[in-house]
DNA sequence: TCGCTGACTAAGCGCTTGCTCAGCATGGTG
DNA sequence: CACCATGCTGAGCAAGCGCTTAGTCAGCGA
């Protein structure tokens, strides 16, 4: 299986027509070692390696480590605050969105677990700038699901006590996939995503 | 808040008792960074500081820095394995086992936050032949899940379509509080976990 | 043909890393 | 007392780190 191009994953991707095909290539390259060894066990050696340069090269298109990392984690996050809006706004009631909304964030934290990774798990190494932003998103993230949560309690679709409590089981879960998820699952994206949307309006209380 | 003894959430340490106070304080010291910083970020000097030594001293009691990991990761392994398997084989039906299984699972989780995010989130760092051992482990702790969900399919407690993929979702709820419990949060551990044991069970579709 | 630019490399700097080792203080034993 | 094992430290080594620098070279407008 050919792993899918990130521009799928990360349709926000400022500049990704625009940016120097070599840059590119250097961003690809970080993701999949960020996520396979950790930002800190991974070199600036091994980057520019992968993207077949010298390490001298990743000093041109980008700042430093560092900012490499801050640009994928952005961007990933950026990505799935505009999956979870656009589902959550979509038609239907609440309980509809919410399937929706679960079976979207989950296929996307399978298939872009390397994504997934950097984002969800290297958020100690960001320089305290770029935790900023991506805290602010990670938080809007959060927001919108409860948001939701809510409306299928006001609409009768959920029987909720503790909503906040709920979301984090709700974002708990799609995001835990991006790290035990393998190529060699034995369930597609897809079929996790249908189930675990199935799961998911049980534990609301909504009737299935 | 004082921080809970790494002894109470450790059972199963090896000699606990036995081994040197000093190779003891080592083993927090290294806990707390690996949790804060990760294991590659984490340097011999800081353990050792934190423990009120020189870095010399840390190759007195560990053969290295892999070593501590290594000690961390089984034996916080272990504590949990020993833990789903109390939970699992108590009195009741298999509901009740399970609501007890997700209460304690998330109670641990949460209140040893710490050893947790090393046991979850440092397997990639670990020699091949400790990952062996521990990765040996997780497979038991999945299975243990596993039984206990078939057992009360079979008893007509639980209503589940795919037996392993919700016993993912089951211990990914639990293993996720490591990642996004802090001490600031507004949930006891405690309460958490008679709220994860309700929302599992109607994931499981048992009557509630 | 010319000078200029932008992408790139070879070499390596200053520093930190995991780890080692000679030696020191301490306390139990003959 | 001498003797030694134990637990530890100060100093430091070899390797590897992020990043810089000086310079090469293809492409391009004039």
Same sequence: chains 1, 2.
Avoid: C
Avoid at 46 to 57: F, L, Q
Avoid at 101 to 115: C, E, I, K, P, S
Avoid at 139 to 163: H, K, M, N, Y
Wanted: hydrophobic fraction near 45%.
């Amino acid at each position: 299986m050919t792993s899918t191009p990130i521009a799928d994953l990360w349709p926000t991707l400022p500049g990704a027509d625009t940016r120097p095909e070599a840059a590119y290539r250097l961003l690809q390259a970080a993701v999949e070692s960020f996520a396979e060894r950790g930002f800190h066990a991974t070199t600036t050696r091994d980057i520019a390696t992968a993207a077949g340069m010298s390490p001298a090269a990743l000093y041109i298109h980008y700042q430093s480590k560092a900012a490499l990392l801050a640009e994928i984690s952005q961007a990933g996050h950026a990505a799935t605050l505009a999956l979870v809006r656009a589902a959550a706004a979509g038609d239907g009631g609440p309980a509809e969105r919410m399937r929706r909304l679960v079976d979207q964030f989950t296929v996307w934290h399978a298939r872009a677990r390397t994504v997934g990774r950097v984002v969800n798990y290297e958020l100690h190494a960001l320089p305290e700038d770029a935790y900023a932003v991506v805290a602010a998103l990670r938080l809007d993230i959060e927001r919108e699901v409860s948001a939701l949560i809510e409306a299928g309690v006001t609409a009768g679709e959920f029987q909720v006590s503790e909503v906040r409590t709920a979301a984090r089981a709700v974002t708990s879960l799609g995001i835990d996939v991006s790290r035990w998820y393998t190529e060699r699952s034995s369930e597609s994206p897809e079929e996790l995503g249908r189930r675990y949307g199935e799961l998911v309006l049980r534990m609301l209380g909504a009737r299935v």
